[in-house]
């Protein structure tokens, strides 16, 4: 197996029945976005022996952002329930709009499994290629998974807001460009419009093909270049609430760098009494 984070779906399909191989659906929806839910279309329909990865819940439920990181012992615990151990190779697909599978897959890096895939493309993909997908739910037995909290790979509100004055990291922001340029309301109840001072717009979109497959290396590092990342320094990534993030830094990951994920990205620093906020060019 090679260093590329991404997975074909020729490749799942080879190697369904591997026995150290878990496979999880971490399908997300936005809370505005219509019925049905992620959980509900994983019902429906999924890769055989899936199981539902729920961004929301593998969560800290005691902060009031959405979806934030969990501690080291809930997330060893809910992994566990999900039947994965510290030696799985874990593969995650979302729905093939990279809402989802790209954020387990950093939550798993953070927590140092580092045997973690994503699935190139996604369902969409999946099902393009004629594989199979059922709705028989998966029964997985409960394990004792250990975890590490890695905080090269997370950064908080203080340590961004830090960062402004000294320059040491890039904050590439995978938003679309109207929500990063402050043209655009934010999805997010009470948030404000614009962007961290200094950051830069990579737009997660940008990154993915017609038939949902991530672009190639050499497209990216042309589409990092063009928006004035420079790959030699230092990264964070941030988005909304820190889903999509996760792509930026998926793609820089099959570019071979590690990057840092501003874990409350614009849903904390959005709010009212969040730090500064800049509008216009970057």
Same mark, same amino acid.
């Given at each position: 197996?090679?260093? %590329?984070?991404?997975?074909?779906?020729?490749?799942?399909?080879?190697?369904? +029945?591997?026995? %150290?191989?878990?496979?999880?659906?971490?399908?997300?929806?936005?809370?505005?976005?219509?019925?049905?839910?992620?959980?509900?279309?994983?019902?429906?329909?999924?890769?055989?022996?899936?199981?539902?990865?729920?961004?929301?819940?593998?969560? @800290?439920?005691?902060? #009031?952002?959405?979806?934030?990181?969990?501690?080291?012992?809930?997330?060893?615990?809910?992994?566990?329930?999900?039947? *994965?151990?510290?030696?799985?190779?874990?593969?995650?697909? @979302?729905?093939?709009?990279?809402?989802?599978?790209?954020?387990?897959?950093?939550?798993?890096?953070?927590?140092?499994?580092?045997?973690?895939?994503?699935?190139?493309?996604?369902?969409?993909?999946?099902?393009?290629?004629?594989?199979?997908?059922?709705?028989?739910?998966?029964?997985?037995?409960?394990?004792?998974?250990?975890?590490?909290?890695?905080?090269?790979?997370?950064?908080?509100?203080?340590?961004?807001?830090?960062? *402004?004055?000294?320059?040491?990291?890039?904050?590439?922001?995978?938003?679309?460009?109207?929500?990063?340029?402050?043209?655009?309301?934010?999805?997010?109840?009470?948030?404000?419009?614009?962007?961290?001072?200094?950051?830069?717009?990579?737009?997660?979109?940008?990154? *993915?093909?017609?038939?949902?497959?991530?672009?190639?290396?050499?497209?990216?590092?042309?589409?990092?270049? +063009?928006?004035?990342?420079?790959?030699?320094?230092?990264?964070?990534?941030?988005?909304?609430?820190?889903?999509?993030?996760?792509?930026? #830094?998926?793609?820089?990951?099959?570019? +071979? *760098?590690?990057?840092?994920?501003?874990?409350?990205?614009?849903?904390?620093?959005?709010?009212?009494?969040?730090?500064?906020?800049?509008?216009?060019?970057?």
């Amino acid at each position: 197996m090679t260093d %590329d984070p991404l997975v074909s779906t020729a490749w799942l399909h080879d190697h369904l +029945g591997d026995p %150290d191989l878990r496979l999880l659906d971490a399908s997300y929806r936005m809370p505005a976005m219509r019925p049905p839910t992620a959980a509900e279309e994983y019902a429906q329909r999924h890769i055989h022996g899936a199981v539902f990865f729920d961004v929301d819940a593998i969560a @800290d439920h005691g902060s #009031s952002l959405p979806h934030m990181l969990p501690t080291p012992l809930q997330f060893a615990r809910d992994v566990g329930a999900l039947g *994965i151990e510290n030696d799985h190779l874990v593969v995650i697909y @979302d729905r093939g709009d990279y809402m989802g599978a790209p954020r387990a897959w950093w939550m798993f890096r953070v927590f140092n499994h580092l045997r973690v895939k994503v699935l190139d493309g996604g369902l969409k993909k999946w099902i393009a290629d004629g594989y199979a997908v059922d709705a028989e739910p998966a029964t997985p037995h409960l394990t004792a998974y250990h975890s590490h909290l890695n905080e090269n790979r997370v950064r908080s509100r203080a340590q961004v807001l830090a960062n *402004i004055s000294t320059s040491m990291e890039q904050v590439v922001d995978a938003r679309a460009k109207e929500r990063f340029a402050g043209t655009a309301a934010e999805p997010w109840p009470g948030r404000r419009s614009g962007h961290i001072p200094g950051s830069l717009n990579v737009p997660f979109t940008d990154l *993915i093909n017609p038939d949902a497959t991530m672009k190639s290396s050499e497209q990216l590092e042309a589409i990092f270049g +063009g928006a004035k990342v420079d790959l030699q320094r230092p990264i964070v990534t941030s988005c909304g609430s820190g889903v999509t993030a996760g792509t930026i #830094s998926l793609a820089l990951a099959r570019l +071979g *760098i590690d990057t840092a994920l501003y874990d409350g990205s614009w849903a904390e620093w959005g709010l009212p009494d969040g730090p500064v906020v800049a509008t216009g060019p970057a």
